[in-house]
Nanobody, 115 residues
Framework: QVQLVESGGGPVQAGGSLRLSCAAS????????LGWYRQAPGKQREWVAG???????NYVDSVKGRFTISRDNAKNTVYLQMNSLKPEDTAAYYC?????????WGQGTQVTVSS
């Protein structure tokens, strides 16, 4: 079955960096677009970044120029490099894939940015 396992979150000071990883299995990774979402306490889950099967990327305006999504098809892994982190980036970050008309999510990894 489809599995997405995120890692790499943790506490960080404002201005710092983290790299999130999402290890995927159970579907044909190389032909599938993937995305990162985040959810802060008391807020709705929001889309952060996406990467197509061809490597095209898109970002929410609030992270453009600071976050970079990438993929390694040999490792079935998608990454989110987060630089210049701000307290408002604090959230649980989730990996997402749409496969065979179903949405799949990882368990999330917490990012906490202190000022």
């Amino acid at each position: 079955q489809v599995q997405l396992v995120e890692s790499g979150g943790g506490p960080v000071q404002a201005g710092g960096s983290l790299r999130l990883s999402c290890a995927a299995s159970g579907f044909i990774f190389s032909i599938t677009g993937l995305g990162w979402y985040r959810q802060a306490p008391g807020k709705q889950r929001e889309w952060v970044a996406g990467i197509s099967r061809g490597g095209s990327t898109n970002y929410v305006d609030s992270v453009k120029g600071r976050f970079t999504i990438s993929r390694d098809n040999a490792k079935n892994t998608v990454y989110l490099q987060m630089n210049s982190l701000k307290p408002e980036d604090t959230a649980a970050y989730y990996c997402h894939v749409l496969w065979a008309t179903r949405d799949y999510w990882g368990q999330g990894t917490q990012v906490t940015v202190s000022s």
